[in-house]
């Protein structure tokens, strides 16, 4: 840096003023730093989704297809979604609890749209995994919820954490009814 | 190499350990380099950053890329539309191809005008024509890996090249291939190979330099440095020249990448390959056309393929080949024509390699050829007998004429060593 210190010319300023060399040094080092930034930010965002992947990123279903009592599992960027239709008794056991029993706080009203749908990112929020109660037979937990066979997670009919070490609940993803029957995901 | 005392004292600790710090300061900062060296001089160091900036946009279009025959094409169409940036990295990894070549052209013109390959730089060039060779190779598979018409057309011919060879070839062209014509086998290798490769050129770059280091820089005179009057620290004297030079040359290179991508490339390779129809007219890339032309010239397969693969090989034994003990074309004048001469035959060749192989452009490709190996191994050894350069200066820091007593003796005794 700075190499006109040591230098000595006629643009050299009196003692302690920058010389118009100074000036010229950090600019270009100012324009060295603007240009390598421009050829390094290309190279790091090509890593992020693409275009195409950014298209799918969002889907949409026709939920009046699933018959109460009913859950289907869907791919949503590359995850599982799973959409409940719930029975009554389901949505009165989740509207029930109260949440300050609960380890992550929160209403059933909150976490639905139209309460006879519950729609939530199939991915335990402990380490990852898929967690079982999708399928009749299936084992759903304590909770009438689902259960994950990775760790012990239960979670109840809203999708909320009650036992096990995952530390929050199911993720409830961006969805909007788009009419009646259709939401889209993302 | 002497340990220098650095201010520092982590850096000394480390350098008292591991001298690289010592081994930096002494090759790229206080390395004495001759002070009379030309913008041709520019180019060695413009190389080296046209291999750093391909390695660095491939490793990133490797990304994205699928060398399968099914997905290339489309892979590389994803990569121009979908992917961030993608078309950027593409254009300059592309057009970086052309200009890598174009660089390296140049610097092995300036090694030729100025003698950089004679004694004792005859390893430090024997080392650049094999990274040459290395480059032609990477640069051959890379043009195949978008899978376009003329990546196949290319592969095909080219690997076909082999077949020419008495016996085994094909036996030898089937191994290349994997199979019985260019597929997918032949696609994943050529991948293999296109991102091994460059590596291997870095590791020749590095002896390159090492060979460089030890007796330093040729210069415009040709003549040895007599010491320190004759030299410059390469910092911050010759950073800042490449520095210079790099600016100029990136304001080229992004000109053809924003405003003319594709002016040195093929409209039909992007065309999805198709094995059963070859484009009407098929030619290699731009810097391969002067080696294609002598393939053309001569009228026989095995006989193409020697005289193409001859090209370079003179190369390789020119330091044996030009006897002249003197090193710069400054001082040597009937040779100083014939250089001028092989540029434009070598332009020429370029030329005719474009052109269809027919009427005047064979003959003209023949005797172009003819004169590209005339020059090496006729008219460089007789040169360097009958030819009677002109007075050598005794040093790069005193002028050329000045007086006359001392350089009267130049002529008879041409070499700069008294």
Redesign the interface.
Known sequence: MA?SKSTTNATTAPEGHKSRRDFIVVASYAMGAVGAGAFV???V????P????LALASIEVDVSKISEGQSITLKWRGKPIFIRHRTKAEIAEAAEVATTDLRDPEEDGLRVQKPEYLVVLGVCTHLGCVPLGQKVGEVRGEYDGWFCPCHGSHYDSSGRIRKGPAPTNLEVPPYTFLSDQVIRIG | MSEKQFSNPAVRWIDHRLPIFSFLNHEANEYPTPKNLNYFWNFGSLAGISLVVMI??GI?LS??YTAHVDYAFESVE?IM??????W??RYIHMNGASFFFIVVFIHIFRGLYYGSYKAPRELLWILGVVILLLMMATAFMGYVLPWGQMSFWGATVITNLFSAIPGVGEAIVTWLWGGFSVDNPTLNRFFSLHFLLPFVIVGVVVLHLVALHRFGSNNPLGIDTKGPQDTLPFH?YYTIKDFFGLSVFLTFFAAAVFFFPNFMGHPDNYIPANALQTPAHIVPEWYFLPFYAILRAVPDKLGGVLAMFGAIAVLFILPWLDRSPVRSGRFRPIFKIFFWLLLADCVLLGYIGAMPAEGLYVLVGRLATVWYFVHFLVLLPVLSVIETPRPLPQSISKPIFTGGGAMAGAAAAPKEKV
């Open positions: 190499k930010w290309p190279l965002d090509q890593m992020n693409a275009a195409d992947t | 660095i946009t990133a990304m994205s994803r539309r979908d992917v961030n940036h993608g950027l990295l911050p």
